[in-house]
């Protein structure tokens, strides 16, 4: 099975700041990677799929990119809504693994 | 608009069975495989099972293998989760899932329910 692994676990921002989260996979796959953002009490939203398509709605701010085993979420100057945790996930056929959150907080 | 609701959610001692239900509107509910998600307290997300669009074929994660059993029912647009010999381990809030595409390997969610927390504990 692929394992996904994010980094920071844990980001400290302020507003206008631009936030990188960085996914890595443990064997290379194709560009199956989606993001989500979840606050707490809430279901997570979709912001991103197919690494780099931005899911309708979601502000342009949100961009994704990366292949292989590399892959990133940025958000180019972070706003007092996008202070949560954000989660990666590969998916295709046969599997559908998460990375472990990276939270975001006010610093 | 889409909508998930799942119920069936509580307490439950270790080793009892629970079925939980997703109720599913807003769109083609039998074009779609649907998954199970769940978040144990303070934790990630853990992909749990998924069935597909005419219930052929099931899969599941390792941790749940031959105790859990995903089922659909399309002329209601329910989906289930019957969960059988729980765990402490398995205390979670559980979520459906609906697919963004039809096809089948495109496995991320664009819509979930709000969840369904399931306690076991004696």
């Known amino acids: 099975d692929i394992q996904m692994t994010q980094s920071p676990s844990t980001l400290s921002a302020s507003v206008g700041d631009r936030v990188t989260i960085t996914c890595r996979a443990s064997q290379s796959f194709s560009s199956w990677l989606a993001w989500y953002q979840q606050k707490p009490g809430k279901a997570p939203k979709l912001l991103i799929y197919?690494?780099?398509s931005l899911e309708s709605g979601v502000p342009s701010r949100f961009s994704g990119s990366g292949s292989g085993t590399e892959f990133t979420l940025t958000i180019s100057s972070l706003q007092p809504d996008d202070f949560a945790t954000y989660y990666c996930?590969?998916?295709?056929?046969?599997?559908?693994?998460f990375g472990q959150g990276t939270k975001v907080e006010i610093k | 608009q889409v909508q998930l609701v799942e119920s069936g959610g509580g307490v439950v001692q270790p080793g009892r069975s629970l079925r939980l239900s997703c109720a599913a509107s807003?769109?083609?509910?039998?074009?779609?495989?649907i998954h199970w998600v769940r978040q144990a307290p303070g934790k990630g997300l853990e992909w749990v099972a998924v069935?597909?669009?005419?219930?052929?074929?099931?899969y599941y994660a390792d941790s749940v293998k031959g105790r859990f059993t995903i089922s659909r029912d399309n002329s209601k647009n329910t989906l289930y989760l019957q969960m059988n010999s729980l765990r402490p381990e398995d205390t979670a809030v559980y979520y459906c899932?609906?697919?963004?595409?039809?096809?089948?390997?495109?496995?991320?969610?664009?819509?979930w329910g709000q969840g369904t927390l399931v306690t076991v504990s004696s």
């Open positions: 197919k690494a780099s």
């Open positions: 807003g769109f083609t509910f039998s074009r779609y495989g």
């Open positions: 069935i597909s669009f005419d219930g052929s074929n099931k």
């Open positions: 899932a609906k697919p963004g595409e039809v096809v089948p390997a495109a496995n991320y969610f664009d819509y």
């Open positions: 996930q590969q998916y295709n056929s046969y599997s559908r693994a």
